[in-house]
């Protein structure tokens, strides 16, 4: 087992990283305070893994909260489920939350513990790799809107990650494809070097292969757990872990909550963010190539949905949550391996980047 800090002063916690730890009550004891946990979980997952976790759990009183799977669930009305599932529990103050699911269960799971009672503590335990390396670390939870992804939350930090990466053995290829998108990202935007390693080891990665997700993890996890210990409340450095989100959030937005997802759209929005930097001429067209067959061969879509035109991205992206004072601010590479926020950029490259034929380019790849 891996042992990871998220370093936040007195809101610090672990992310622990190994095959099996669902199974330790060990780990988790510690960062249970009172008597009972509400385990909110869905209907896909809970069916796999409730069970182990609330006998891992043995010494404290379970309330199970299943909710219904998907993006699409992510809102006010399942929101509200939980609490009235915990209020008729009678669970106080001292109730420990824990997320037994993928971003969406964390999301909502860590929200819903930032508001019950005014904020009771939380534990994250992710089962999607999606989840395992970028949602259940850094403390951004919250639900969609019909008009923007995410755009009612609060930053709220768990107690702990409990990563068991074994779970991902029951993970869909395309929800494996979608979290890839993720851990690419952080080659992009800091980790020049793991760009290498992810091109010799993406195929052991989508075959689930047990020793590379736990150094993709682990190296995602570092590099998520160092930018939110400088940055927790995303004044700066931490946007950069937005790169693609900007066109992909529209793509979601605007295909509707579940059709492509998350991991997904960021992958097409890569793409985008690839081709903007290459008009800015920050990085060459082979560094752009290099970065689409990546994501290629991670399973990823690398070209956006064909009937979205620029006029439909610009209406979804002015609702961005890094829009300030009315200008957008996109995350693009200034080089490989390093990523800027920026509102700097002429219009009419963007407009360039939303018209560009992304299936042109892609055909035109050298294999
Ligand atoms: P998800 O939570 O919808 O999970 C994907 C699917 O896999 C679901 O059907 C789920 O039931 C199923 N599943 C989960 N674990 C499984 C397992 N072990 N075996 C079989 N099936 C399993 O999607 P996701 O990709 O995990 O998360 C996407 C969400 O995370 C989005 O809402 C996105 O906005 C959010 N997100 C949040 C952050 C953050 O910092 N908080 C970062 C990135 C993404
Ligand atoms: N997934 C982006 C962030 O946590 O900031």
């Not at 080891?201 to 400088?230: F, H, M, W, Y």
């Not at 961005?320 to 009419?348: F, N």
Request: glycine share 10%.
């Amino acid at each position: 087992m891996q042992t990871l800090k998220v370093d936040l002063g007195e809101r610090s916690y672990p992310i622990y990283i190994g095959e099996g730890l669902l199974d330790q009550t060990s780990l988790l004891a510690p960062h249970i305070a009172g008597r009972k946990v509400a385990v909110v979980s869905n209907a896909t997952v809970a069916p796999l893994y409730l069970d182990r976790l609330t006998q891992t759990l043995g010494a404290y009183s379970v309330v199970p909260v299943v909710l219904p799977d998907g993006e699409a669930f992510k809102n006010w009305e399942t929101l509200q489920t939980i609490f009235d599932a915990m209020l008729t529990a009678r669970l106080d103050r001292r109730v420990t939350v824990i997320a037994l699911g993928g971003g969406v269960i964390g999301d909502m799971a860590g929200f819903a513990a930032a508001c019950y009672q005014r904020g009771v503590d939380f534990i994250q335990v992710p089962t999607t790799l999606l989840s395992q390396v970028d949602s259940s670390v850094g403390g951004k939870t919250g639900i969609n809107h019909p008009l923007g992804k995410n755009m009612v939350g609060a930053f709220y930090q768990p107690q702990a990650v409990l990563i068991d990466t074994t779970t991902l053995a029951t993970l869909p290829p395309r929800e494996l494809s979608a979290g890839l998108a993720e851990v690419i990202k952080y080659g992009f935007i800091c980790d020049e070097p793991f760009l290498g390693w992810l091109e010799d080891n993406v195929d052991a990665l989508r075959a689930v292969d047990q020793a590379a997700l736990t150094v993709a993890i682990a190296r995602s996890c570092e590099a998520k757990a160092r930018v939110v210990g400088a940055d927790e409340r995303e004044s700066g450095v931490r946007a950069t872990l937005n790169l693609g989100h900007t066109f992909g959030h529209a793509i979601e937005t605007h295909m509707g909550y579940g059709v492509w997802l998350h991991g997904e759209a960021v992958g097409a929005g890569t793409v985008m963010a690839l081709e903007m930097s290459m008009r800015l001429g920050w990085i060459t067209q082979a560094e752009r190539d290099r970065g689409i067959r990546l994501l290629q061969r991670a399973g990823l879509p690398v070209v956006p949905p064909a009937e979205m035109t620029p006029a439909d991205f610009l209406e979804h992206m002015a609702i961005d949550k890094k829009v300030l004072d009315g200008s957008l601010r996109l995350v693009l590479l200034r080089s490989m391996g390093e990523a800027v926020i920026t509102a700097d950029y002429p219009h009419d490259v963007l407009q360039a980047t939303l018209e560009a034929d992304y299936r042109a380019i892609v055909a035109g790849l050298e294999v």
